[in-house]
């Protein structure tokens, strides 16, 4: 004979927490969603769920099981360790030992100092130069940092933001200097800076002037370097920050929206620029809650 959900619970569950009271009756995820001891068809009951119409096929709308009809299958994602040492010439000799152990793609870290827009030998660069990441102050530091690395062979992605127009005019000039096109250079810059004022404060300008330099490189990309995306929409850095997965997707679209709208304000046509908005997300420990949190985001 079946039983209900609250029989289970009330002929199983119940009687052992009566008998260990030490035993977490309550578990919730990271986010403070409660979750139960056991699901089955009675939750799905409970609401308007379609499987056609809400998850759909990979490959097509909702899009929630993935863009790509083969997913994983067809082209596996590509992989990079974040890394940026204290010289270019440390972080090149790292970026050369990860391709040669199968990496296919490069993510470089930035110091502080480059972030913010200081040379190394600046007095407000003191004591940050080289330490969470790597010091670029001029294009020969970009050339030392790509030494013997062929950019038409690697996509690059480059956490950077406020000065993200500027390094990617170094990276353009290495790789012109190496014989590679613009249009043949594959990669991404962060190029987020609304989430620095929510979250990491490495932002130099006001938002307006801001706005205007990432929008500015949604126009140049879209005509000179089609391969690139030109932002990465950060969720990941307000969820450090302590917010919920469902506040991180809502921070995360709030700004993509704003993004969106300046540069269509701007007179840039969202089918040239759209393609190239790249999104990153944190994805932290507890399963369901990232599974639904990412299918919600797609």
């Avoid at 986010?31 to 998850?55: H, K, N």
């Avoid at 870290?109 to 007095?123: I, R, V």
């Avoid at 300008?205 to 801001?210: A, D, F, R, T």
């Avoid at 990309?221 to 929409?233: F, K, Q, V």
Wanted: proline share 5%; net charge negative; with cysteine.
């Amino acid at each position: 004979m079946s039983k209900s959900k609250q029989e289970w619970q009330e002929k199983t569950v119940k009687p052992v927490l009566e008998r260990f009271p030490e035993r977490q009756e309550r578990f919730e995820t990271e986010s403070g969603v409660e979750t139960d001891a056991l699901y089955t068809e009675e939750d799905l009951q409970q609401i308007t769920f379609d499987p056609q119409r809400d998850l759909g096929y990979p490959g097509e709308y909702p899009y929630t099981r993935g863009i790509q009809p083969t997913m994983y299958r067809g082209r596996l994602w590509t992989m990079r360790q974040y890394a940026g040492y204290a010289s270019a010439e440390e972080s090149n000799r790292r970026y050369r030992f990860l391709l040669e152990q199968g990496q296919t793609g490069l993510s470089v870290a930035f110091d502080l100092p480059t972030q913010m827009g200081y040379d190394s030998d600046h007095s407000m660069a003191l004591g940050e130069v080289g330490k969470v990441g790597v010091p670029i102050s001029s294009l020969r530091d970009m050339e030392l940092l790509f030494e013997g690395i062929p950019l038409d062979k690697v996509s690059t992605s480059m956490t950077i933001n406020s000065t993200a127009s500027i390094l990617m005019c170094l990276y353009m000039a290495v790789g012109k200097q190496q014989g590679v096109a613009p249009e043949a250079l594959e990669g991404t810059i962060q190029n987020d800076i609304l989430k620095e004022y929510i979250a990491r404060g490495t932002y130099i300008y006001p938002p307006k002037p801001s706005m205007r330099l990432v929008t500015d490189v949604f126009q140049y990309c879209s005509e000179n370097l089609p391969r690139w995306n030109t932002i990465s929409i950060s969720g990941y850095h307000m969820r450090e920050a302590g917010c919920t997965a469902s506040q991180e997707l809502a921070f995360t679209f709030s700004n993509a929206i704003q993004y969106v709208q300046s540069a269509i304000d701007s007179g840039l046509e969202v089918d040239k620029f759209g393609p190239r908005l790249s999104f990153f997300f944190a994805s932290y420990n507890n399963l369901l809650e990232e599974v639904a949190k990412f299918r919600a985001a797609r």
